[in-house]
């Protein structure tokens, strides 16, 4: 049963009352209980005009004449190996934490699972985040799974749904994104896609970044004021400003961009149609011209007949077809 975080603040208290006024306070300064920040041992020594080391050893010692009453807190214990054996028995601490109990108890969640014999704490690494796991077994399992979906990407090099992903038979859903959550290189995005972290429509982290995930969802051309209102506190002349640079987008119309992606091809309408006409390799009508260009550019008809009229690239046939004109 789900523990409030007045219960969780009790058992906090119920364990800590059988501590000396000041092995109760270290350990209440060090782990930030009570609503305060966590201190060093530095800091806390300078309180108490002793080393570091010696608040250390009171933190040590407190914690062994804390053993006896952990029982005490046994029902808070199973409430959260039953929401951490929920995830397949490794949880990342910081979401671990905020599922808990939110912000207002992180702190005492920490102390207590710290306290309590059947959590372990993995540190924090190059490749995954700090976790909380039951089994070491289930460690293992969690980090080779990651190593096998970052494979996946690699060769793939697409985002995926977590349906399309390779989970074991006998891991729920739940469990297996867990599982993923504790590696630095993958990630999901708002739209439920998995992805490695550096993929821009996985995790963007710069406007333009921001834009080719808007254009993705989308799936449409649009223009950048539009583009700048779906990113969350963008300016529309910044937002201008990057799609412009960036060879992924592709300037469409006035001020619309889609993604070169789609099939969209740089430059000018006089390039677009000296492009289509190389294509066909043959003299094209201006109605044929014309179809194929508004496939590439949001453009008047008269912006196309306009620039077939220019000499200086493109000549009229006799039978009314244009074609290059030649050196």
Same mark, same amino acid.
């Given at each position: 049963?789900?523990?409030?975080?007045?219960?969780?603040?009790?058992?906090?208290?119920?364990? $800590?009352?059988?501590?000396?006024?000041?092995?109760?306070?270290?350990?209440?300064?060090?782990?930030?209980?009570?609503?305060?920040? =966590?201190?060093? /041992?530095?800091?806390?020594?300078?309180?108490?005009?002793?080393?570091? +080391?010696?608040?250390?050893?009171?933190?040590?010692?407190?914690?062994?004449?804390?053993?006896?009453?952990?029982?005490?807190?046994?029902?808070?214990?199973?409430?959260?190996?039953?929401?951490?054996? &929920?995830?397949?028995?490794?949880?990342?601490?910081?979401?671990?934490?905020?599922?808990?109990?939110?912000?207002?108890?992180?702190?005492?969640?920490?102390?207590?699972?710290?306290?309590? =014999?059947?959590?372990?704490?993995?540190?924090?690494?190059?490749?995954?985040?700090?976790?909380?796991?039951?089994?070491?077994?289930?460690?293992?399992?969690?980090?080779?799974?990651?190593?096998?979906?970052?494979?996946?990407?690699?060769?793939? &090099?697409?985002?995926?749904? $977590?349906?399309?992903?390779?989970?074991?038979?006998?891991?729920?859903?739940?469990?297996?994104?867990?599982?993923?959550?504790?590696?630095?290189?993958?990630?999901?995005?708002?739209?439920?896609?998995?992805?490695?972290? +550096?993929? #821009?429509?996985?995790?963007?982290?710069?406007?333009?970044?921001?834009?080719?995930?808007?254009?993705?969802?989308?799936?449409?051309? $649009?223009?950048?004021?539009?583009?700048?209102?779906?990113?969350?506190?963008?300016?529309?002349?910044?937002?201008?400003?990057?799609?412009?640079?960036? #060879?992924?987008?592709?300037?469409?119309?006035?001020?619309?961009?889609?993604?070169? +992606?789609?099939?969209?091809?740089?430059?000018?309408?006089?390039?677009?149609?000296?492009?289509?006409?190389?294509?066909?390799?043959?003299?094209?009508?201006?109605?044929?011209? $014309?179809?194929?260009?508004?496939?590439?550019?949001?453009?008047?008809?008269?912006?196309?007949?306009?620039? /077939?009229?220019?000499?200086?690239?493109?000549?009229?046939?006799?039978?009314?077809?244009?074609?290059?004109?030649?050196?």
């Amino acid at each position: 049963m789900r523990k409030t975080n007045q219960q969780i603040k009790n058992a906090c208290s119920k364990v $800590l009352k059988n501590l000396s006024s000041k092995k109760k306070e270290v350990i209440t300064r060090r782990f930030g209980l009570g609503g305060r920040k =966590n201190e060093t /041992l530095e800091s806390i020594g300078k309180d108490f005009n002793v080393t570091r +080391e010696r608040i250390r050893q009171i933190e040590k010692d407190g914690f062994l004449e804390l053993e006896p009453y952990v029982k005490k807190c046994q029902d808070i214990f199973d409430y959260f190996k039953e929401e951490i054996e &929920k995830k397949g028995g490794v949880r990342r601490e910081d979401l671990f934490l905020s599922e808990l109990g939110k912000k207002e108890v992180e702190n005492e969640i920490y102390f207590l699972l710290t306290l309590a =014999n059947d959590f372990e704490r993995f540190a924090e690494t190059d490749d995954h985040y700090a976790f909380w796991a039951i089994d070491e077994k289930k460690v293992d399992l969690a980090k080779k799974r990651g190593e096998l979906v970052i494979q996946k990407f690699e060769k793939t &090099k697409k985002p995926l749904k $977590l349906e399309e992903l390779e989970k074991p038979k006998d891991l729920s859903y739940e469990a297996f994104a867990s599982y993923l959550e504790i590696s630095k290189r993958i990630k999901n995005n708002s739209e439920g896609f998995w992805g490695l972290k +550096e993929w #821009p429509e996985i995790y963007p982290k710069t406007i333009k970044d921001k834009a080719y995930l808007v254009f993705k969802k989308t799936k449409e051309p $649009l223009h950048f004021n539009k583009v700048a209102e779906l990113i969350d506190s963008a300016l529309p002349q910044t937002v201008h400003n990057e799609l412009i640079k960036d #060879p992924r987008f592709v300037l469409v119309g006035r001020g619309i961009y889609a993604l070169k +992606e789609w099939g969209y091809q740089e430059g000018l309408v006089k390039d677009v149609i000296l492009n289509i006409l190389k294509s066909a390799g043959k003299p094209l009508k201006k109605e044929e011209v $014309l179809e194929k260009i508004l496939k590439q550019r949001l453009v008047k008809e008269n912006t196309v007949f306009l620039n /077939l009229s220019n000499k200086k690239y493109f000549s009229r046939t006799s039978e009314g077809y244009y074609k290059i004109r030649e050196a």
